[in-house]
């Protein structure tokens, strides 16, 4: 059984999807899932860079700016939709693998995310 947490932030779903984790259910994190996406792949990070300003990227780009990009993702409608627009064509296939394995080794896998595409 897959159980979907969602939610804006500050709204429980991460300790709600804990308390079910600590009853035996095998959490997948979006957003721990995004950050390792997004910190593997220098090509997202220039995507991000080109959309959202090229001051979030360091010298050598490889440090992206995570807190300069959230004041300027995540302050409107328009905005957050670019952000997840750019994001979800490589978060995706990483979350239904993640799902994928978790469902072997749990019968109830609980998706902690602030959006389900």
Known sequence: MRVAVTGNIGSG?????RLLEERGARL???DA?????????AP?????????????????????DR???ARRAL????????????????LQPVIAA???????A???VVLDAPLVF
């Open 13 to 17: 779903k991460s300790t709600f999807a």
């Open 28 to 30: 997948v994190d979006a």
């Open 33 to 41: 899932l995004s950050r390792r996406v997004v910190d593997e792949s």
């Open 44 to 64: 997202l990070k220039r995507q991000l860079a080109d959309a959202f300003g090229e001051d979030l990227l360091d010298e050598e780009g490889g440090h992206l």
């Open 67 to 69: 807190r300069g990009l």
């Open 75 to 90: 302050v409107d409608g328009p905005s957050r939709r670019r952000l997840e627009g750019i994001v979800r064509p490589h």
């Open 98 to 104: 993640e799902l994928a394995a978790a469902e072997l």
């Open 106 to 108: 749990s019968p109830v």
